[in-house]
Structures are given as structure tokens and as C-alpha cells.
């Protein structure tokens, strides 16, 4: 196990390395010089610029900067935004809202993906499941900013169960219906997933053996067809876990909840490139750690995973 | 040999009785083959044509929008108008900004679809070329693409086009849009590619070419990439999809094309302003995007369908 762990880290490296530069590199190419924009209309001193240059390492070569950045984020330094405030700062802010929201959005997908792609396998092509396929189908082509904005108009404005926007109140309560708009954003590629592995678990000899035992069916499907059904489901979620941060973002900008992601899109707005870049790197960061955690859980749940070279 | 142990007899049936007789032989039909199967199991499918018409459409009003309205989306846009319902010769009521919906729609069909295309065709090459050498060559090439791969599969591609975005603001066009988006969304196609490379990798077919002579280079393009293209189709129209719909997230965020080319995503979040008033004027592009990423889905997973028998079973 110890092995595998190491084996994964060190496969990490690279891609950590590598994404980091990536985006800082894209900084880089940015047209305009960001000291003198910190002057606005003003002709700073030349002096000053000079000592503001070698403070934030801009008279070095590129690669140096970058060098400088990373040693910044191993020290848990992730910069600081346009406006001065530290990246940290906002992060211990904004990270717990954004936790609650996609916490409750995977817990509502993954409700609703196993329990209705469940139901759906075991009545392959009855009426259930063909309107549950093309309900799904719906949901994979409606782009999140337009299920956001219908759930807010409809569920908020017209009906009023939720309040259409969060704002400074964002406790676990007040996020239900972001939360929901961004499970079910999320539910149908899982749900379809869950619905494909359940019928093929269900042909496999240990379920026959099951049921040749004479277990009951309760028992069969919850226990020994359920288990073994979730794991491209989980799989799934961990790989498109950049989906679920890019419908944070969304869901975010539009219910106003101060999380990351509003803060980034409030960024894009006000076009202030580092403040992006900073939070883009946070989210790149997340996914890496977010697909270490689950690849590492499934070593423990499934042995044959870790001896594979 | 002794003639008194007797012999141990076998029953031989009688040839004549035995004869297998076969029914016919269809000499002239066409082997089968994986295109065909997929053909002729799709022709059957209703949802099939109903998305190649919707598709057929989509196209024609990007190449062609005069066709479907004669009302220019952007001038002649009356404040006097605003936000009204529909009126003759305007079918869908107006905007926020008194301009006609039905023809930003149809104006805004060619962003879409024009972004999606060339996005969509610069991830397909890129991933083709990227995973189809990691998989062929192996060894230290694909473990150096396969990482290369890695590192952009860890980089969301909408937030990826965002930094792309900000950072060429200055340069906002159909082009540059494409890139960020195709640019950064070729991983997963790669990783597919890749995997269909090893299966036929394989196959005799591959070990006869090279037997035959042929370099490695020439069986690679001319026998393994077309026996492993049919799952890089399904991966692009669905790429598609998710193109159109990046185009239209961007335009949300703001960072999409400027604001004098239509584009439902831009149109959308134009309309969230005045939602609680006219909440048409949002819901009308939003069904226009929403058919469009849903025909290509539907196409798309029927085009999977049809050549992959273990899907076939499944239904």
C-alpha cells in the first residue's frame, strides 16, 4: 500500500508542475506591463518601478518568476489579488461556502444517480426508464447557466420556495437551492453511468450465485449488486470533478453565493488577470488533490488496483 | 493378428443420408462490416433522423439566416419596444433592448455553431495526433504525451479559456475563442484515441502490413488510424456539444466574443437583468441552445450505439 501511495505522488509531480506553468505561462504572454497599471493615469517614478520590480521579481527571466510563485504556494503563500487583499485571506472566506455547496450538490447527485439508475436497470426498457433516459438526456444538454436561471425564475421567483439569491446568509440551509440546481446539473451522466454498471453486474456469475443460494432479492441487490455497481460512478465523479468547479463558478455568479468560484467570475468581469489566475491554480490544485484522494480510496477498496503497474 | 477377436465395428452413417444441404448462398451480398452494421441498425431509429434534421437546420440558419428571418438582429432595435411581447412579423416578442429575439436567435445560430466546429476540429486533430502516437509508438513517447495529456486533463477547459480570454482581450475573435476552448479540451479525446490505437495495435492486419514492408509510419496512416476512427467520431460530436455550450458559458462569463456579435450565452445573460419581468426573453435562447447541444448529444450517442454491439444488448 505504502508502495502505491508513493507510486501516486510522484506520478503527480509532473502534472502539478506542469498545469502550474501552464497558466503561468499564459500570464506571462499578457500584453502590459502590471506595475505601471497600478499607477493608472499617473507617470510613476522611475525608481519606484525599479524597486517595485525587484520586489515582485518582474526583472527576473520567466522561469525564475515562476520559481518564485511555486516556492510561494509550497510556503501556502497563494498571492495576492489585484486589489491588494492576500489570496489566503479570501480563500479562508470563500472556500467553506463553496465546501458546503458542493458537498450537498454531490450528495443530491449521488442520491439521485443510484437510486434512479438502480430502479432503471432493474426495469430496463420499461416506461421508467425510457422517460428516465430521456429526462436524463435533457439534463446532460441543458447548459448550467440556463437550469440556474429557469430554478431561480421558477422555483424562486414564480413559485417562492427558495429565496432567489443567497448573498450574506450561507449557511447549510440557505444553499439548497444552488446545491440542487448544481446536483442535478451533475446527476444524469452519473445516473446513466450507475444504470450501464448495474445491468452489467447484474449478468455476473457471483450475482447468479447469489440468487442460486437462495438469497432473497433485498439482500442481492443492495449488498452484492450495489457494491460492485459503484465504482465507475465514483470514478466518473472524481474525473469530472472540473465540471463540478466550473458549475460551481456558475451557480455561484448567479445565486450570489460568496465562494470561490463568484469570486473568480467576479474577477472575469472586472478582467483582473492575476486574481483568475491565482483562483484558477486553486481549483487546478483541488482537482489534483481531489483525484489523488480518490484514486488512494480505491487501492483500499480494491487490492487488484494496487499491485497493477 | 488373429482372425477369432472380433473387431471393434464403428456406425459410418451412410453418406447420402447425412448430406448437410444448405439453403443458399448469397454471393453477392457485402461482407459484414462495422460502418454497415451501424447503418443499418441507425436507418431503424427514429431519433436518428429527427436529430439529422434538427442538425440539418441548426446549419442552414448559421450559413444561411436570411432564409429564416428578414429582421437584422442588431439595427432597427426600438426602446420603445422593449421587452415586449410578440407582434405580427416578430414571432418571439422583443429584448430588454427592444430587439427582435426570433432574429438574434437566428443570427446567433452562426457564433455557435461556427465556434463549436472549429473548436471541436482543433481538439479533434490534437487529440488524434497526440493519442494516436502515444498509443502506436508506447515506450518513452507515450508515457511523455500520456503525461503531457495529463497536465491539460487537470486544467478545466471553460476555466482554462477564461485565463485565455482575459489575458487575449484584445484579440477576441471566432478564432481565438476556438483555440482557447479546442486548445485546452483535447485530452479526453486523446486518452480515447489512444486506447482504440492499442486494440487494433493488435490486430493481424497491422503485423501483415509490416511484414509486407511497409515502414511503421505508413502502417499507422495508412491501416491503424482508419480501423480505430469510429469512437474518435462519436468523442467529436459530442465534443461538439460541449463546444456550444463552453461558447455560450463564456459568453455568460463575459470573457466570450464582444457584444456586437450575437450569441445566445451573451443573449441569456443580457436577459437575467429583467427575468422577473420577461422572463421570455430568457427562456427563448436558452430552448434555442439547449435543442442544439441536445441534437448533437442525440446524435452522438446514437452514432455509439450503433457500433458498439455490448450497447446494442443493453437496450
Redesign the interface.
Known sequence: MLGYILRRILQLI???L??TL??YA??F???GNPILALFGDKTPNPAVVAALEAQYHLDQPFIVQYFYYLLGIFQGDMGTTFSGQSVNDVLARTLPVTGRLAVMAIGIEFVLAIIIGTISALR??KIFDNAMLVIS??F???????LA??A??FLA?QWGWFRPTVGAQNGWNDLWLPAIVLGVSLYATSMRLMR?SV?DTLNQDWVRTAYSKGLPRRRVIPVHVLRNSLIPVITNSA?NF??L??GA??TE??FNVPGVGNT??QA??R?E?PT??SF?TV??IL??LV?LVVDLLYGLLDPRIRYVK | MSSNTELPTHYVAPVKDAAVTVDAVKVDEKPASLWGDAWRDLRKRPLFWLSCAIVFVILLMALFPTLFTQVPPNNNCMLSNSNAGPAPGHPLGFTFQGCDIWSRIVWGTRTSVSVGVLATLIGSVIGLVMGALAGFYGGWLDSVLS??G???????????A???M??F??YRNVFTLALAIGGFAWASTARVVRAEILRVRQADFVMASQALGLSRFRTLLNHVIPNAIAPLLVVSTLAL?AAI?AE??LA????GLGSDVMSW?AD??NA?QS??TA?MA??WP?IA???T??AF??LG?LIRDALDPRARA??
Not at chain 1, 446532460?140 to 440556463?146: G, K, R, T
Not at chain 2, 495529463?150 to 482554462?160: E, G, M, R
Not at chain 2, 455568460?252 to 470573457?255: C, K, P, S
Request: net charge positive; glycine share 6%.
Open positions: 509532473p502534472v502539478f506542469g498545469s501552464l497558466i499564459l500570464v504572454a499578457m500584453p430496463k426498457g438526456l435533457i446532460v444538454a441543458l447548459p448550467i447557466f440556463v436561471f429557469l431561480q425564475y421567483i450501464g445491468i474525473t472540473g465540471v468547479l466550473v463558478t456558475v455568479a448567479i473568480l467570475f472575469t468581469l478582467h488577470g483568475i489566475v484558477v481549483f487546478v482537482y489534483v483525484n | 503525461r503531457i495529463d497536465i491539460f486533463f487537470a486544467i478545466p477547459y471553460i476555466l482554462a477564461v485565463v485565455v482575459s489575458v482581450s484584445n456539444a455550450v455560450a458559458t455568460f462569463l463575459g470573457v450565452g441569456i445573460s437575467q427575468l422577473r422572463p430568457l427562456i436558452s441552445l439547449t435543442v447541444v441536445l448529444i442525440l450517442e443493453r437496450r
